[in-house]
């Protein structure tokens, strides 16, 4: 019965040729150091977004001590969030013809009998069920999230932070079991393992080729995603970055709009000059701003892109208003800001406020933006007025900005 080939129990039923630790172990390394990045970009993308801050911005209130190493995300430099985020991306949409060639080519030991040989054999097998299912976990909510944005209304966050350490518990319980092993088949031949087909059929391709084939549709991914990063030409190399929604046309407002006014319900008379008015509170009290007096204020400029969590990013835009510190000083804190509460005239939709730190308002380079690239903001881009702030995650630059209360939050 267990011999049986015709059953995949048997190893006589598994028949290429390209299986074997050695081919295993390669693809096992590049994995040990893509995954590793990846996790560690991922924590980094979540500490972007301030969640110790304030309930606003925290997906996942009951992490707890996975929340160890939270920061205040600095504001330095000004292109932090980008590279951190054109990298977890980029990398991850890369690794996806690895993962599926490793998880291949161990695949005849998912079959193996009998199915548990002892108690640390069941617990390896336990450890391998949270590998392998967290790794399909968190690459699918991912491709998902930057692909068709925003499936996971609210709470991809939280999903994929949790993935995250449930899968980084299991890598790293596997790496500890198996890098020995690994590193002795990349010198020489090693046992086999299983992993070797007892009977193979004849070879259609070597493994050096398979490994080729698998690092040329790496390879094929990667230059085909990192454009996302960019805009221009650039960005047009990016066949598979998602292009459905707006067109942001040309001009200085053609950058890449990620919900327009009309998506997120914003009424042109209340973001009309006539109605609204930016309402700022702090400790001694409200203001209430047209536009025209926000224009009357001294204006400042910065050189900033927009970098969203789902991994694209624009290249530095000219943004021009006041400074977030500035209106902190008119409502009664002239030396030293607090945290502010930023909120959008928009009434749906998780990213319709957001809390920044108060060294994210302190930097001189954070503005409530009323103008980009010499024009006014466009509808699509915030018009009246949005935020900006060097470092951060797009989530952060809260577009039709209407109210901002400035104390500790
Ligand atoms: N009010 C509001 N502001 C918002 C959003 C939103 O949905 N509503 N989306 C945020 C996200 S996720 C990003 S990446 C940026 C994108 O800015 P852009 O459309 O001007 O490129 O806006 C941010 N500001
Ligand atoms: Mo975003």
Request: proline residues 8%.
């Amino acid at each position: 019965m267990r011999d049986d080939p015709r059953l995949p129990s048997s190893p006589g039923f598994w028949r290429s040729p390209v299986r074997g630790l050695r081919f295993t172990s390669v693809l096992g390394m590049v994995l040990l150091v893509g995954m590793t990045v990846l996790f560690v970009t991922g924590l980094l993308s979540y500490a972007a977004y301030n969640p110790d801050l304030s309930p606003v911005n925290d997906r996942t209130p009951g992490k707890g001590l996975l929340g160890f190493y939270l920061v205040d995300w600095p504001t330095d430099p000004h292109w932090l969030y980008r590279l951190n985020q054109g990298v977890h991306v980029t990398l991850g949409i890369t690794l996806i013809p690895v993962l599926l060639a490793k998880l291949w080519s161990v695949i005849p030991r998912l079959f193996a009998l009998p199915p548990v040989r002892s108690l640390a054999h069941a617990l390896e097998r336990l450890s391998l069920l949270l590998l392998v299912g967290g790794a399909l976990f968190q690459f699918a909510t991912g491709v998902l999230n930057v692909q068709l944005d925003y499936v996971f209304p609210g709470s991809f966050y939280t999903l994929h932070f949790y993935g995250a350490w449930v899968f980084f518990a299991a890598f790293a319980a596997h790496v500890a079991l198996k890098l020995p092993k690994a590193l002795r088949n990349l010198r020489g031949p090693g046992d086999e393992d299983g992993l070797r087909s007892p009977r193979p059929a004849p070879p259609t391709v070597s493994r050096r080729g398979a490994l080729w084939f698998v690092g040329g549709g790496a390879l094929l991914l990667f230059v085909t995603t990192a454009g996302r990063s960019f805009d221009g030409v650039l960005r047009r190399t990016a066949l598979l970055a998602p292009h459905g929604g707006a067109d942001p046309g040309s001009g200085p407002n053609g950058f890449q709009v990620n919900k327009t006014a009309v998506q997120a319900g914003i009424d042109p008379v209340e973001a009309g000059d006539d109605v609204w008015r930016l309402v700022v509170t702090g400790r001694t009290g409200t203001v209430r701003l047209s536009r025209a007096d926000l224009g009357r204020l001294s204006l400042h400029s910065a050189a900033l892109p927009i970098a969203c969590v789902e991994g694209w990013a624009t290249s530095d835009q000219w943004w021009r208003g006041v400074r977030l510190r500035d209106l902190a000083a008119l409502v009664g804190y002239p030396d030293g800001p607090p945290d502010v509460l930023v909120e959008s005239l928009q009434r749906r939709g998780a990213f319709r406020r957001a809390a920044l730190r108060a060294n994210q308002v302190a930097d001189p380079r954070s503005l409530l933006a009323l103008w980009v690239n010499g024009e006014e903001l466009s509808p699509d881009h915030g018009h009246p007025a949005r935020v900006i702030v060097p470092a951060a995650p797009g989530v952060l630059n809260t577009k039709w900005v209407a109210r901002m209360t400035f104390g500790d939050l």
